[in-house]
């Protein structure tokens, strides 16, 4: 069965410091995965997506993520955090027909 | 003009009471999806629809009826409602059934549902 796990469920860092939320997911075949972010009372926007090819995956807002076979992760970068960031952050796999997402880390940024 | 939209954002009522939530997708989609986010955050998939026709169903309990009048559609009718159902419900679309390639999913903004 599908399962993501994030380990952390809340990170606060500072404004300009670099970001990196971890994701472990666990699927018997070929992975799709997706990092979406839900701002305070909105719905959730993909920030980037990983379905083959590079493992370092580029998205909105100057996120990365690499994906790592051999460690089932997927963890979320930024090297500079706005306080625009603060948001809760989730990570999902997707096979046949439907997501599976993890518990969500809620990022908070120091001034 | 927005892709996925649901109505009410907001919704109160007292327990044991019927209510809708209604969805609506522009994007030409061929799947919509039904999501519960519980008080913890967790989201998890109830029901999903390619096509007018039901793919998934995930135990929700038979209180909940998805209902998917044509393709652009997919409205969620909830019978009896119980203490347990005040969650986030959140409506989402994609091109197909990801067949093999992990089709992106659009969501909506939810609505907050409050059973008192």
């Known amino acids: 069965a599908q399962s993501v796990t994030q380990p952390d469920i809340h990170i606060t860092v500072s404004e300009g410091a670099s970001l990196e939320l971890r994701c472990n997911y666990s699927?018997?075949?070929?992975?799709?995965l997706f990092w979406y972010v839900q701002s305070p009372g909105q719905g959730l926007q993909l920030l980037l997506k990983?379905?083959?090819?590079?493992?370092l995956v580029q998205g909105i807002k100057g996120f990365e993520a690499e994906f790592k076979r051999s460690q089932s992760s997927f963890n979320l970068r930024k090297p500079s955090v706005h306080w625009s960031d603060a948001a809760e952050y989730f990570c999902?796999?997707?096979?046949?027909?439907?997501?599976?997402f993890g518990q969500g880390t809620r990022l908070t940024i120091n001034p | 003009d927005t892709a996925v939209s649901q109505t009410p954002k907001y919704l109160v009522t007292q327990m044991g009471n019927d209510k809708s939530i209604k969805c609506e997708q522009n994007l030409g989609h061929d799947t919509m999806y039904w999501y519960k986010q519980d008080s913890k955050k967790f989201l998890k998939i109830m029901f999903s629809y390619n096509n007018k026709e039901l793919i998934i169903n995930e135990t929700v309990p038979n209180r909940f009826s998805p209902k998917s009048p044509d393709k652009a559609h997919l409205n969620l009718h909830i019978n009896s409602l119980e203490l347990g159902d005040s969650a986030v419900y959140f409506c989402?679309?994609?091109?197909?059934?990801?067949?093999?390639?992990?089709?992106?999913?659009?969501f909506g903004a939810g609505t907050r549902l409050s059973v008192l």
């Open positions: 990983y379905f083959s090819g590079d493992t």
């Open positions: 699927y018997g075949a070929t992975p799709y």
């Open positions: 989402a679309s994609s091109q197909g059934i990801g067949q093999g390639k992990g089709d992106i999913q659009y």
């Open positions: 999902a796999v997707g096979g046949a027909q439907k997501l599976v």
